[in-house]
């Protein structure tokens, strides 16, 4: 059965080892501050907080916090995707009403606050533009014992992907533009089902090499 | 349960977080990350990628209003929804929704497979297909990629086995002759990005009388 506590730790690592592929012949190591094995207490990363604040105390200061830094991005990638200004602040809108409402399955050992979001908004723009529910994955069996955040994990996390966030800052424009365009831009149905010429090309054998290390990696933990 | 041995490829699990997959293979990414630890783990890792892009964004301006509106909302009970259809038997969540909630309505296609087709439109098709034990499916022809992930039994072909779990991505080139595996009947989701060609499905001599 598949369970929060072991879809916690397979996540940390598939993080990782993303974040591993990708700066990949950058030499993450050698970058000051950068230290994957520092495992000293850190405060969690702002988003992160504000959300938390917004799910176990319903703060409305917080809330507002997140819209401020969300709202204006989210609408930068609704128009990316090529909705017009209003019909994108009517999405943003229910994005930022599903975080409120939702905000209590939010789990800080799975998700970073902008993953999360993330995914929430790509949810209610397929619901709202296509008229159609977006089909999602099962959700996982949670085994009652782990309902409680596991602060560890938690942080780990959370590290992990303010580390990616990191290493996506320092990349070169150019790798910077086929990124942001796999994750947020509007290709066309035939670009990603060619299997040559797709923009994802200069990245894929990068994650691949990411994932594959994260294979061994589960084969590890079990 | 068997391992999972054929995982989605890169290039899919990010386009599916990113919202650029159809309808018809959004459904087959989403029931077999239901049935992968592996890839509802790399999907999350994407998904944190997208959130780190997302949080990279320039700002854009946002209407005043915008967030008075939002704000107002939010002492406003939520609209309640019905919930999407869950996991039943064989059948991950996005199937279920996909079938409405209803057991497949199965139709005859010869040599005892059976197939329910449960979208179809120009961005693509989705269809489960029931196959004998130890039956040979017909070389089917499709145009453009077809994801084929097993829900029940097992199949194998020229590329491996397939097992419960398992997801087949298949290239318009491909040509490829499956067989189900012995035991249980074979069950799998089968979803394309061109119309369906029947062609390959219907028993030859049947074939001038439709004239395909």
Redesign the interface.
């Known amino acids: 059965m ?1 369970t929060q506590e ?2 916690s730790n ?2 940390t ?3 990782a ?2 974040l591993q592929g ?1 700066v990949s012949g950058m030499n993450l190591a050698s970058y000051k501050g950068a230290d994957v094995t520092d495992r000293l207490p850190r405060p969690l990363s702002q ?1 992160t907080t504000w959300l938390l604040d917004v799910r176990d105390n319903r703060n ?1 200061a917080a ?2 916090q997140l ?2 830094f ?8 609704l ?1 990316r ?1 090529g909705l017009q200004s209003g019909q994108a ?1 009517d999405v ?2 229910e994005v ?2 599903a975080i ?2 939702k905000a209590d399955q939010f789990d800080p050992a ?10 929430i ?2 949810n209610r ?2 619901d709202m533009i ?1 008229l ?7 959700e ?1 069996v949670a085994a009652e014992e782990e309902s409680i955040d596991d602060a560890a994990q938690v942080l780990a996390l959370d590290q ?2 303010t580390q ?2 990191a290493a ?2 320092r990349l070169a424009p150019e790798q910077r533009t086929v ?2 365009q ?6 066309s ?1 035939s670009e ?2 060619a ?1 040559t010429g ?1 923009p ?1 090309g200069t990245i ?1 054998s990068r ?2 090499l990411a ?1 594959d290390r ?2 061994h990696d ?1 084969r590890d933990l079990r | 349960m068997t391992e999972i041995t054929h995982h989605l490829p ?3 699990i ?2 599916y ?7 018809a293979f ?2 087959a ?3 077999h ?2 049935l992968c ?2 890839c ?24 005043h209003e ?2 008075l ?3 107002a ?2 002492s406003a009970p ?1 609209r309640v929804g019905l919930p ?1 259809p ?2 039943a038997g064989i059948y ?3 199937v279920m ?2 079938l409405k909630g209803r057991p497949p309505r199965w139709r005859a296609l010869g040599a005892g497979i059976r197939q329910c087709i449960l979208t179809e439109d120009l ?1 693509g098709s989705l269809r489960l297909l029931h196959i004998p034990p130890a039956q040979g499916v017909p070389d089917h022809g499709h145009g ?2 077809e994801l084929t992930l097993v829900l029940q039994g097992s199949f194998s072909d020229e590329t491996g086995r397939f097992g419960a779990g398992d997801i087949q991505v298949a ?1 318009e080139d491909m040509a490829h002759s499956p067989i189900a595996g012995g035991g249980m009947p074979c069950v799998c989701l089968a979803a394309t ?1 061109a119309p369906l060609n029947f062609r390959g499905w219907l028993p030859r001599m049947l074939q001038p009388i439709f004239r395909i």
């Not at chain 1, 969300?70 to 990638?77: F, I, S, T």
């Not at chain 2, 977080?17 to 309808?23: M, N, Q």
């Not at chain 2, 509802?40 to 946002?62: C, D, M, Q, S």
């Open positions: 598949l072991c879809i397979v996540l690592l598939s993080v080892a993303l990708r988003q409305r809330f507002a819209f401020d969300y709202a204006p991005r989210l609408k930068g990638m128009l995707a602040e943003v809108q930022m009403l409120w409402r799975r998700a970073q606050a902008s993953a999360w979001i993330y995914r908004a790509r723009q397929i296509r159609e529910n977006r089909p999602l994955p099962d996982l992990e992907g990616l966030r996506l800052i990124i942001e796999a994750y947020m831009g509007e290709l149905h990603i089902t299997q797709l994802l894929k994650i691949r994932l994260l294979r589960l | 890169e290039n899919l990010i386009a977080a990113a919202c650029r997959l159809g309808h959004s459904v990414v989403a029931a990350v239901s630890m592996e509802r783990a790399r999907l999350a890792a994407h998904e944190h990628a997208g959130g780190a892009v997302l949080e990279a964004l320039p700002k854009e301006t946002v209407s915008l967030k509106r939002t704000m909302e939010l939520a999407p869950e996991h991950p969540g996005a929704a996909a961005e453009g990629l290239t990005d």
